[in-house]
């Protein structure tokens, strides 16, 4: 029966205003939640068990601002809850991170990794890759749905449609929404993740090699040009080549 | 001048413009790249040469013909010398690389929007903030299309590699795409409706306009969540897909955060709405306050006989 972990991330909402003060954002003041596609993630993690069996360990990689994610995840129905971190830990880079997190799927003694397509904050879509990388394993990313009948057969989007890949061997199998409905925690499920204990491990991070500058607000657009009624649409059917260059 | 490498985007059996894009920004990193042509026929190789690009090199393998993540990353990093990697911002093409980053212990900047010197910068939090880092050493890097002006094309100093790499998945079939209509990820045009189109049949009317322009069709999370027939593979947004076309029309959407997040870095921005207070109208280069009813009509006859 498969040990299935699910990795998460504690994001700002994606509603949230994103300031910036000085040269960094100003996250004091956000919501956080779990990373919308990490719910594709739990919701795949949560399938496969119920279809094969076994266990689904949700983990994150963060202080201990992030267990509030993690409670979030038990109420949603994952068995275990996992944070790795070390307080000596600041702004690591992707290869830190994902090293980090292969220490800690490798100790838990995963076979099946689930994760988000990207994660809300960076939408850099690194982790998944990079973990099985990390942990010589293969991945599919971007799935638009699961299925489990013995094995593990994945949708994914190519470049002329979708292919359907079946998965051997352990994988990292990253998510997207495709037709998913996500499940909501239940009472039950609520009270069940007050009670539960976020067990914290640690791991060995290598130097970062890529470091933070600074963190800006977007530029500014200059003002558009508006006009009134739909028949300025031929002015602008215009302008789009004259002017924009772009049709 | 260092090396960096330069992994070609490909796109139907042939080379897609976007990868003399990134021998520019090879250039703007002052690196002298090597161009990879990860392929099954080296002969589509003759067509990544470069003006300021060294070499090229075909990679050819078997493991090519379909997509599987850990075998092209094995094939092209036993292929690739050492250096900056460089690869186009596309779904696939990130995945490799974060692949071959990690593969050599490397780390990786994915969506770069700009390059100065060594200070690379990505938009974050969906483009609501903007996000400059610093290389100390090789890495892998993704850069966004339709930034860095292409090089001018030249003839390929082609060398062929033979790479073989264990597949970890098997593809078992290819499930072509019902319409013919480009997906918004790959599209330079598009045209995305909102909740203000009243009924998803009336995305019919934005569909007639992408046929003229060959752009693509999305929507907003209020469209998508509204109806059935609007498929989240549409959805442009925070938690839909993040587009920087040169063109992006927007009808009938409000332009809430999330939508924003997903669009605003589109080169060339146009919104139709009602609503003359909409959000939208503030990124928007070109605002027309009017119903889609009597805009899109106009629209489309003015552009059929521009592109015929």
Redesign the interface.
């Known amino acids: 029966m498969p040990n299935i972990v699910v990795l998460v991330k504690r994001v700002p909402d994606t509603n949230a205003r994103i300031v910036v003060s000085g040269d960094r954002v100003d996250l004091s003041a956000v919501k956080w939640v779990i990373s919308p596609y990490d719910e594709f993630a739990i919701e795949t993690a949560l399938q496969h068990k119920e279809a094969a069996g076994g266990s689904v360990t949700a983990l994150t990689m963060g202080p201990s601002g992030s267990d509030k994610i993690l409670k979030d995840a038990k109420a949603i129905g994952v068995d275990e809850i996992v944070r790795v971190w070390d307080d000596s830990w600041s702004d690591l880079d992707s290869n830190s991170v994902q090293s980090v997190l292969a220490q800690a799927i490798t100790n838990l003694g995963a076979e099946v990794v689930y994760c988000g397509k990207a994660s809300a904050d960076t939408g850099a879509g690194s982790t998944g890759p990079g973990v099985a990388e990390h942990l010589g394993w293969s991945s599919v990313s971007n799935i638009i749905d699961a299925k489990f009948d013995g094995g593990i057969t994945v949708t994914s989007p190519v470049e002329t449609g979708s292919a359907i890949v079946s998965v051997s061997g352990s994988a990292v199998i990253s998510c997207d929404k495709g037709n998913l409905k996500v499940r909501k925690p239940n009472v039950k499920g609520i009270m069940m993740a007050k009670r539960a204990q976020v067990s914290v491990v640690t791991a060995d991070a290598p130097t970062s090699t890529v470091t933070i500058v600074s963190q800006t607000p977007p530029p500014a657009k200059p003002a558009g040009k508006k006009y009134e009624g739909g028949s300025s649409a031929e002015e602008v059917a215009k302008l789009l080549r004259e002017e924009a260059n772009v049709i | 001048m260092s090396d960096s490498i330069i992994i070609a985007e490909t796109?139907?059996g042939s080379i897609a413009p976007v990868t003399a894009e990134l021998v520019s920004a090879a250039i703007a990193l002052g690196t002298s790249p090597t161009v990879i042509v990860p392929c099954t026929d080296a002969a589509m190789a003759d067509g990544a040469g470069y003006e300021g690009a060294s070499r090229t090199i075909a990679v050819k393998g078997a493991c090519f013909e379909?997509?599987?993540?850990?075998s092209w990353?094995a094939a092209i990093d036993a292929a690739a010398p050492s250096g900056i990697i460089i690869a186009a911002a596309t779904?696939?093409s990130?995945?490799?690389a974060?692949?071959?980053?990690?593969?050599r212990?490397?780390?990786?900047?994915?969506?770069v929007v700009a390059i100065d010197g060594m200070?690379l910068t990505?938009?974050?939090?969906?483009?609501?903030?903007?996000?400059?880092?610093?290389?100390?050493?090789d890495?892998a890097v993704s850069v966004r299309a339709n930034i860095f002006p292409a090089a001018n094309s030249s003839a390929a100093n082609v060398s062929v590699v033979d790479q073989s790499g264990d597949v970890?998945?098997?593809?078992?079939?290819?499930?072509?795409?019902a319409s013919a209509r480009l997906?918004v990820s790959?599209a330079n045009?598009i045209i995305s409706g909102g909740r203000g189109m009243g009924t998803p049949e009336n995305f019919s009317h934005l569909e007639k306009i992408a046929d003229v322009?060959g752009a693509a069709v999305g929507a907003s999370r209020a469209a998508v969540d509204t109806w059935e027939s609007i498929p989240?593979?549409m959805q442009v947004g925070?938690?839909g897909k993040?587009v920087n076309p040169?063109?992006y029309i927007a009808v009938g959407i409000s332009g809430a955060?999330?939508h924003l997040?997903g669009m605003?870095s589109s080169?060339?921005?146009?919104a139709?709405n009602k609503d003359?207070d909409a959000p939208i109208?503030?990124?928007?280069?070109?605002?027309?306050?009017?119903?889609w009813?009597?805009?899109?009509?106009?629209?489309e006859s003015?552009?059929a006989s521009?592109?015929s």
């Open positions: 796109s139907k379909n997509y599987d993540a850990s990353a779904p696939q990130k995945d490799v974060a692949r071959i980053a990690a593969r212990g490397l780390s990786i900047v994915q969506d200070n990505s938009p974050i939090y969906s483009g609501k903030a903007m996000q400059t880092v610093a290389l100390s050493g890495a970890g998945t098997a593809v078992q079939e290819i499930i072509a795409r997906d790959e045009i322009l989240h593979s925070q938690t993040t040169n063109l955060i999330q997040a605003r080169k060339y921005i146009v139709v003359a109208f503030a990124h928007a280069d070109y605002g027309i306050v009017a119903t009813e009597e805009t899109l009509p106009v629209l003015a552009l521009m592109m």
